[in-house]
Structure formats: structure tokens, C-alpha cells
């Protein structure tokens, strides 16, 4: 029994693999369960024992973000605890949209992109992921405001927000412009104007 769980959860692992690869290269709605099937050698008897829906494996590709996001196992330093790991966690992004060649930005924000406004439940996915990174920045920031090294003005949680957006759009024009310069002159600029609240 345990070596038939073992391996379900290797097929089943090979199937989400295989849908957030093909999800992050061309998108949801370019994505057919009939290709992930056949990228993934994987039975449509085997697919529908484990996901009732193409909205089903959507919803675990984006649970599997968030799984990699609170172990810190990810591409991206998330835990935040001092201004070198801001600076690391901006060019981090930057980093791994070279790394594809600027062919993709963020996974995250291109499936939200694509499906958040008519799909609750990939609004609901997305927005966790993206609260705990802003729960990570803010508390950064949090924490200095508590001990005086950040400016009275400073509001963490905006700023927290004000830095995922910037990383998002920063990511989508490396995208579109199919080169890496306006996104790491925009999170530089950034960093400056995060840092300018510092004492």
C-alpha cells in the first residue's frame, strides 16, 4: 500500500510540474489538459483520479507556490530581515527573468493576469502568496519603525505594497521589452525611495 501511495504522489507531483512549467511558458488558456497529459506521459484515467478539473490543477499549481514560498525553498529570498535582503529580494526577481531570457515574468502575477478576474478561487491563491510576502517586507519595516530607524511617515504596509508592485512591473516590462535594464533601473530606484525613509 505505502509503495502504491509513493507512487500516486509521483505521478501526481509530475503532473502539477508539468502544468506550472507549460502555465508560466504560455499561459493557462494556452494550456490544454490534452498537453499536459502528453508532456507529463500521464493517462487521462490517472489525470482524473487526481484533479476533477483543469480549474482543479490550477488551483494546485498555485498551492504549490505557496508551499515553496513558506518553506524559503524558493528562487527569491522572502524572508526579509534587513535592508541587504530588500536589495536581494528585488534582484532576485530581476535575476531570474535573465535567467529565461526575458521570454517570462512572474508566474504568479501571469496567471492572475489571465484568470483573477473571473476565477474567485485563483484571486483568493494568488493574494495569499502575495500576502505573505508583503507580510514579510512589512514586518521588516515594522520592526525598524518600533526601534526609531524608520521615518514616523513610513507606512510598512504600504511601502510593502508599493514593492510587490514594482517587482511585478518591473518583471513585465523585462518581459516586453525582452531586455533586463529598465527593470533593474526601476528596482534601483526603488530601493532608493525605500531607503530614503530610513534614519
Known amino acids: 500500500m505505502d509503495q502504491l501511495s509513493e507512487k500516486g ?3 501526481r507531483a509530475r503532473i502539477v510540474e ?17 498537453q499536459i497529459l502528453e508532456t507529463s506521459s500521464t493517462g487521462k484515467s490517472q489525470f482524473y483520479h487526481y484533479f476533477s478539473s483543469k480549474d482543479d490543477i490550477v488551483h494546485e499549481v498555485l498551492r504549490f507556490y505557496m508551499r515553496i514560498v513558506e518553506s524559503g525553498r524558493g528562487p527569491v529570498l522572502l524572508n526579509i530581515e534587513s535592508w541587504d535582503d530588500l536589495e536581494r529580494f528585488f534582484y532576485d526577481h530581476v535575476e531570474g527573468v535573465r535567467m529565461l531570457g526575458y521570454e517570462r515574468s512572474c508566474p504568479l502575477g501571469s496567471i492572475a493576469n489571465e484568470l483573477a478576474s473571473e476565477n474567485e478561487q485563483v484571486r483568493v491563491d494568488v493574494n ?9 517586507i512589512s ?26 508592485a514594482t517587482v511585478q512591473g518591473a518583471l513585465l516590462l ?25 534614519k
Do not use: M, W
Not at 495569499?128 to 514579510?136: A, D, Q, T, W
Not at 521588516?140 to 514593492?163: M, R
Not at 516586453?176 to 532608493?192: F, Q, Y
Open 174 to 198: 523585462a518581459k516586453v521589452r525582452k531586455d533586463g535594464t529598465p527593470a533593474e533601473n526601476t528596482v534601483k530606484h526603488a530601493l532608493i525611495h525605500l531607503k530614503s525613509f530610513a
Open 18 to 34: 508539468t502544468a506550472r512549467e507549460l502555465f508560466h511558458k504560455q499561459g493557462v488558456r494556452a494550456t490544454s489538459i490534452d
Open 139 to 164: 514586518g521588516f519595516l515594522k520592526g525598524l519603525k518600533s526601534e526609531g530607524k524608520l521615518k514616523k511617515s513610513a507606512d510598512p504596509d504600504a511601502l510593502s505594497d508599493f514593492s510587490i
Open 128 to 136: 495569499l502568496v502575495f500576502g505573505y510576502i508583503r507580510n514579510s
Open 9 to 11: 504522489n509521483i505521478t
